[in-house]
């Protein structure tokens, strides 16, 4: 593969990854051991593959579509991804329920969060769910790091890489979380992600990936195994690396922090969105930092009601 990004524009975007039901608990510290902790508490849909799906119809991209597996809320799911404009391609497991994620949100300044996390049918994604028609008119296919963490849904990224590979699409990934990165180890992690055009670690993961403690050092290292990384830093900005060295670094945009949940997502699926309709990664990332300056000033992982 060249060491670039296709910027043709035009064509779908296919997601795959997680779809999880969200219990965000917002509270102001500390957590009262033992006891009571007053919080505001809600539940909403959310799951990385999904979140970056929904944030990409926000940010434009017409024809967005997310392969997942949940439980017996399907319809749930799926009406609230269609009202975001994304076109849902839901596995119903019989066998487990949707996966849930209790995220405590400190409702402090950094607004800060916690995640506590059951992956249920998320992560029983496996080949049997995959079709090389799935990529019919797509233009690029981004996959959910967390999808590398059960043994199913890695067979099933091994199956769509190999699939996007013959059709020549590109794809990305999002590393997801560091915590289940350091279970699965660095060196696996990068011989499972070998095909890949882009990857998009946060600032922990991109160090965790290299062993580096200055995320550009990490960025440039990492772009010597993936064609372009995009280093996500949250109110720091975003750093584009290629070929092992830092080619720009992406301002912030300001922003008043009610919840981070999903903010990372918001970056990926605007930046998608960016790349499918031309964009160079450079002027995709910009639209990523506008896109998380938007998302923490949000309760949740989604966007607002679709635009347009």
């Known amino acids: 593969m060249g060491r670039g990004v296709t910027t043709t524009a035009g064509g779908a975007l296919l997601v795959v990854g997680d779809v999880v039901t969200d219990v965000v608990a917002r509270y102001r ?62 596995a119903v497991d019989r066998s487990a329920p949707t996966g849930t994620v209790i995220c405590l949100v400190d409702a402090g300044a950094a607004a800060e969060r916690t995640f506590l996390t059951d992956s249920g049918a998320s992560l029983r994604l496996d080949p049997g769910d995959w079709s090389d028609a799935l990529l019919d008119g797509v233009a690029r296919l981004h996959l959910s790091g967390y999808l590398l963490f059960s043994e199913p849904s890695r067979a099933l990224v091994a199956v769509a890489l190999a699939s996007a590979r013959a059709r020549g699409v590109p794809v990305s990934l999002d590393p997801a979380s560091a915590g289940f990165l350091a279970e699965l180890g660095v060196d696996r992690f990068l011989g499972l992600v070998e095909g890949v055009d882009v990857l998009l670690p946060s600032r922990d993961e991109a160090c965790l990936l290299t062993g580096l403690d200055d995320v550009a050092d990490a960025a440039a290292k990492l772009s010597r195994h993936v064609p372009v990384v995009i280093a996500k830093q949250g109110a720091d900005g975003a750093l584009v690396a290629r070929s092992g060295a830092v080619c720009a670094r992406v301002p912030p ?37 506008r896109a998380g300056a938007l998302a923490v000033e949000r309760v949740g992982g989604r966007p607002p009601g679709r635009r347009g």
């Open 253 to 289: 945009c300001p922003a008043s922090a009610r919840d981070s949940t999903g903010a990372g997502d918001a970056f990926t699926g605007a930046f998608l969105a960016a790349l499918v309709g031309g964009a160079a990664p450079e002027d995709a990332a910009a639209r990523g930092c």
């Open 29 to 90: 510290g500390p957590l009262a051991t033992g006891t009571d902790t007053a919080s505001s508490i809600r539940l909403l849909p959310g799951g990385a593959g999904a979140n970056v799906a929904c944030w990409a119809a926000y940010s434009g991209c017409g024809d967005v579509r997310l392969l997942g597996r949940v439980g017996a809320d399907a319809e749930w799911h799926g009406r609230e991804l269609r009202a975001q404009g994304v076109r849902p391609l839901l």
